[in-house]
């Protein structure tokens, strides 16, 4: 069965330092790209060299700028460039290149020959860095221009239904070696899943502070020379292509090494889905449980785009996050109660060839809740939620599940009584005159706004109130750690904790509810 390679794409100014590079990251990488077109101007003429100064097969790859490159200078000096590449190659092929990649569009029979005489495989690449590619299926057939060569086509999608084609597309391949890409935040998917796709290598850049380290010597090293020189224009130009992920991120979070065309796919969806910790904490539980799965992002404009995206892999469990946690309930066949009662929806399941949706945030919230109080239930609690928004709905929930009795404070009070009505609880506006309310329902203050979220001196929801000391404070934020809030209820005496538990449940929920298998025990666990 094909397991993809990791290539690391190497785009540092110097040999010295792309060697660097491939040090550091050696354990997590097959082979490595080298980008003649990021080097300095007389460090490309020392490329013969590159094989020699490394133990990995390498690709040699000078990619114009229409490609998403940066050489400007004409074919012909490229041609030159890439004789030199493959000049005065030896018998010991690990000391050439192992591969050359040449666009569909460049034909020099002579360049062609002496790859093959010294067992340098040509890629035959075609690159759309503005637009989708859409015959894919075809297109294999007659891109390469002999048997022997690997097709690679790498295409910007437009949408994820773009990258739900390439998929169908891949499909339909059959006999030839290919290497499908499609680049940025839409493609990321396609990164981790290579092997799935029969793509025969995926491509990786250095983690960011690394290519910083190299940009930040390639700035010094280009000062030295003319404002004007080609070089400079390597500067903006950093990663490789967009939407790679680097070596690590794809062996430790994704578990790339064991995905097989075979491998259950499950995943989050949402918009623009820049940052999440879902998928480390759904593909731990699938390592540490030995199920063959992996949870990927699936950025998606749409709802419907996101589930087209599923029937096509076969997924049949997604995480939903902002902003279709609302708007995916129309393409639903059932809902459950909790998904119902909070206008929410956070996990959706394939039933009996449906979708079905539910929640797991209020759960999520709850079993952090009683971890962090060490009781089983809130009688005898008197609680204040603050805030009346997505969060507060999953909060309310929970609450009048564990029985407690609640105040609702938001800063739009239409919203706190609309939420209160709906479990019996209390509501008041969130303001200082309401400071003597607060006090009333102080035994647990759960905070569910976003204030805290940013890092501004007036970032406390509740600036009136006075911590006793005997109050209990969660605040739902997990990003910074510790909020402005938190710091102070601390700093009176106050029991606090963060919504990370809350995160981590509300996955290891959804874990067990798409495999079926208890998640493993949370101690221990690097999340
Ligand atoms: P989420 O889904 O994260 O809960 P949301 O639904 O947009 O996000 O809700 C945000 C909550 O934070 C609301 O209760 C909001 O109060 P309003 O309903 O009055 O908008 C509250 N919030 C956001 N910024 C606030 C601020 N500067 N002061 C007070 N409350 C604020």
Same mark, same amino acid.
């Given at each position: 069965?094909?397991?993809?390679?990791?290539?690391?794409?190497?785009?540092?100014?110097?040999?010295?330092?792309?060697?660097?590079?491939?040090?550091?990251?050696?354990?997590?990488?097959?082979?490595?790209?080298?980008?003649?077109?990021?080097?300095?101007?007389?460090?490309?003429?020392?490329?013969?060299?590159?094989?020699?100064?490394?133990?990995?097969?390498?690709?040699?790859?000078?990619?114009?700028?229409?490609?998403?490159?940066?050489?400007?200078?004409?074919?012909?000096?490229?041609?030159?460039?890439?004789?030199?590449?493959?000049?005065?190659?030896?018998?010991?092929?690990?000391?050439?290149?192992?591969?050359?990649?040449?666009?569909?569009?460049?034909?020099?029979?002579?360049?062609?020959?002496?790859? /093959?005489?010294?067992?340098?495989?040509?890629?035959?690449?075609?690159?759309?860095?503005?637009?989708?590619?859409?015959?894919?299926?075809?297109?294999?057939?007659?891109?390469?221009?002999?048997?022997?060569?690997?097709?690679?086509?790498?295409?910007?999608?437009?949408?994820?239904?773009?990258?739900?084609?390439?998929?169908?597309? =891949?499909?339909?391949?059959?006999?030839?070696?290919?290497?499908?890409?499609?680049?940025?935040?839409?493609?990321?998917?396609?990164?981790?899943?290579?092997?799935?796709?029969?793509?025969?290598?995926?491509?990786?850049?250095?983690?960011?502070?690394?290519?910083?380290?190299?940009?930040?010597?390639?700035?010094?090293?280009?000062?030295?020379?003319?404002?004007?020189?080609?070089?400079?224009?390597?500067?903006?130009?950093?990663?490789?292509?967009?939407?790679?992920?680097?070596?690590?991120?794809?062996?430790?979070?994704?578990?790339?090494?064991?995905?097989?065309?075979?491998?259950?796919?499950?995943?989050?969806?949402?918009?623009?889905?820049?940052?999440?910790?879902?998928?480390?904490?759904?593909?731990?539980?699938? /390592?540490?449980?030995?199920?063959? =799965?992996?949870?990927?992002?699936?950025?998606?404009?749409?709802?419907?785009?996101?589930?087209?995206? =599923?029937?096509?892999?076969?997924?049949?469990?997604?995480?939903?996050?902002?902003?279709?946690?609302?708007?995916?309930?129309?393409?639903?066949?059932?809902?459950?109660?909790?998904?119902?009662?909070?206008?929410?929806?956070?996990?959706?399941?394939?039933?009996?060839?449906?979708?079905?949706?539910?929640?797991?945030?209020?759960?999520?919230?709850?079993?952090?809740?009683?971890?962090?109080?060490?009781?089983?239930?809130?009688?005898?609690?008197?609680?204040?939620?603050?805030?009346?928004?997505?969060?507060?709905?999953?909060? =309310?929930?929970?609450?009048?599940?564990?029985?407690?009795?609640?105040?609702?404070?938001?800063?739009?009070?239409?919203?706190?009584?609309?939420?209160?009505?709906?479990?019996?609880?209390?509501?008041?506006?969130?303001?200082?005159?309401?400071?003597?309310?607060?006090?009333?329902?102080?035994?647990?203050?759960?905070?569910?706004?976003?204030?805290?979220?940013?890092?501004?001196?007036?970032?406390?929801?509740?600036?009136?109130?006075?911590?006793?000391?005997?109050?209990?404070?969660?605040?739902?934020?997990?990003?910074?750690?510790?909020?402005?809030?938190?710091?102070?209820?601390?700093?009176?005496?106050?029991?606090?904790?963060?919504?990370?538990?809350?995160?981590?449940?509300?996955?290891?929920?959804?874990?067990?509810?798409?495999?079926?298998?208890?998640?493993?025990?949370?101690?221990?666990?690097?999340?």
């Amino acid at each position: 069965m094909l397991r993809s390679k990791i290539c690391l794409c190497l785009t540092a100014p110097t040999l010295e330092q792309d060697v660097k590079l491939v040090e550091k990251y050696k354990n997590w990488i097959d082979l490595v790209e080298l980008r003649v077109d990021c080097l300095n101007q007389d460090q490309q003429l020392l490329i013969r060299e590159f094989p020699k100064m490394i133990d990995l097969p390498a690709i040699l790859t000078i990619r114009r700028k229409s490609d998403g490159g940066n050489y400007t200078q004409g074919e012909g000096a490229r041609t030159v460039l890439f004789a030199k590449g493959l000049s005065f190659a030896t018998l010991d092929q690990k000391k050439n290149f192992a591969y050359i990649d040449m666009e569909e569009d460049f034909s020099i029979p002579s360049l062609e020959e002496a790859a /093959r005489a010294f067992g340098t495989r040509i890629i035959r690449s075609v690159h759309n860095i503005s637009a989708p590619i859409t015959n894919i299926s075809e297109l294999v057939k007659t891109i390469p221009h002999s048997s022997d060569e690997i097709c690679k086509i790498a295409f910007m999608p437009k949408t994820l239904s773009d990258v739900t084609n390439l998929y169908r597309e =891949a499909k339909k391949i059959k006999n030839q070696d290919v290497i499908l890409i499609a680049m940025g935040h839409y493609g990321v998917s396609t990164r981790i899943l290579a092997s799935k796709l029969g793509s025969l290598l995926t491509f990786t850049s250095p983690k960011q502070e690394d290519l910083i380290f190299t940009n930040k010597e390639f700035q010094e090293a280009s000062s030295l020379q003319s404002p004007n020189s080609d070089s400079l224009k390597n500067e903006t130009q950093t990663s490789a292509a967009p939407g790679q992920l680097d070596p690590i991120t794809l062996s430790e979070v994704y578990n790339f090494k064991s995905i097989n065309k075979d491998t259950k796919v499950f995943g989050v969806t949402g918009f623009p889905l820049a940052a999440t910790k879902s998928p480390l904490i759904h593909n731990i539980g699938y /390592r540490e449980k030995g199920i063959d =799965a992996v949870y990927i992002p699936i950025p998606a404009a749409t709802p419907q785009d996101a589930l087209n995206f =599923a029937e096509e892999l076969n997924i049949t469990g997604l995480s939903v996050t902002v902003p279709h946690k609302e708007t995916i309930r129309p393409y639903l066949s059932q809902i459950s109660e909790v998904a119902d009662a909070i206008g929410s929806t956070n996990t959706v399941m394939k039933q009996d060839n449906l979708w079905y949706g539910t929640n797991t945030d209020a759960t999520g919230f709850s079993k952090a809740l009683i971890e962090f109080l060490g009781k089983k239930n809130l009688r005898f609690c008197k609680v204040a939620i603050i805030g009346a928004g997505g969060a507060a709905k999953a909060v =309310a929930n929970a609450i009048r599940e564990l029985g407690g009795k609640a105040c609702i404070f938001n800063r739009t009070v239409e919203k706190a009584k609309e939420l209160a009505l709906q479990y019996k609880f209390k509501w008041a506006e969130l303001s200082p005159q309401n400071n003597y309310i607060l006090e009333k329902y102080s035994n647990l203050i759960i905070q569910t706004t976003s204030i805290g979220m940013t890092p501004k001196e007036d970032a406390d929801p509740i600036p009136f109130y006075t911590f006793k000391g005997t109050e209990s404070l969660f605040d739902v934020i997990y990003e910074p750690a510790e909020t402005k809030l938190m710091k102070r209820a601390k700093e009176s005496g106050c029991k606090t904790t963060n919504g990370y538990r809350m995160l981590i449940h509300q996955g290891t929920l959804q874990f067990k509810l798409y495999t079926g298998v208890d998640y493993p025990p949370l101690e221990g666990l690097s999340i």
